[in-house]
């Protein structure tokens, strides 16, 4: 078929469809345009949400971050004095009136550690001045009074094993068959108890002879 027959079916293929009006090519091109609008209007869309947000980092830039309030300190708590582990004046005053008496009896005391501060019987022992082969003795006191010895003779060895609130436990040196004067081998404990004001031996005290040899 040469260009002049094709020419011929075109325009009589042209002439079978129906007429279109001028409406309808507008409508087309609207319709297209719309398209593409949209088209580029998601592209920008897109690209606003994969861009970093510059304003907001400005804007967080820009506003000054809020400085934490100080907290008031706690006011320290007033430390409580501590009470003096040690006798107080007046306990020592009293030990030292005590120390005084058994020196007015012609005796020096051996240790000021016997005397018990806390306790109501207290004790001390002495022994005379100027003689150190004299003997022992116990003076007792309750609290800041005097009460007496434990015995009216000496004991060549006497120490107090024992102490409680009113009562006293003694130890005494006890001679026994072969011992030198001086160098007692017995020992025998002795209760003292204050009840009412009155001190007495809870247990039996030995003979003098027993308690006391002087060394020569």
Do not use: C
């Given at each position: ?61 820009a506003t000054p971050t809020a400085t934490p309030t100080a907290t008031p300190e706690k006011k320290k708590a007033k430390k409580k004095k501590a009470k ?107 209760r003292f108890r204050l009840q009412d004001g009155v001190l007495a031996p809870l247990d039996t005290i030995p003979l003098d002879s027993a308690r006391f040899?002087?060394?020569?």
């Open positions: 078929m040469d260009s002049r027959a094709r020419k011929v079916q075109a325009e009589r293929n042209r002439r079978r469809l129906p007429r279109r009006s001028r409406g309808y090519r507008w409508a087309r091109r609207i319709a297209g345009l719309l398209a593409t609008a949209a088209f580029l209007g998601s592209g920008v869309a897109i690209a606003m949400m994969v861009m970093p947000d510059g304003d907001a980092d400005e804007v967080s830039a003096p582990k040690g006798p107080t004046k007046a306990q020592l005053a009293q030990r030292e009136d005590a120390i005084a008496t058994v020196r007015s009896q012609g005796y020096t005391t051996l240790r000021k550690g016997d005397y018990d501060f806390k306790a109501q019987l207290r004790v001390l022992i002495g022994r005379p001045v100027g003689d150190a082969a004299g003997g022992h003795r116990a003076f007792f006191f309750d609290r800041g009074t005097y009460l007496g010895t434990d015995a009216q003779a000496p004991s060549t060895k006497l120490t107090v094993a024992k102490q409680g609130k009113v009562t006293i436990t003694l130890s005494y040196g006890v001679y026994e068959a072969g011992d030198t004067p001086g160098s007692p081998s017995g020992r025998k404990r002795v040899q002087r060394r020569r």
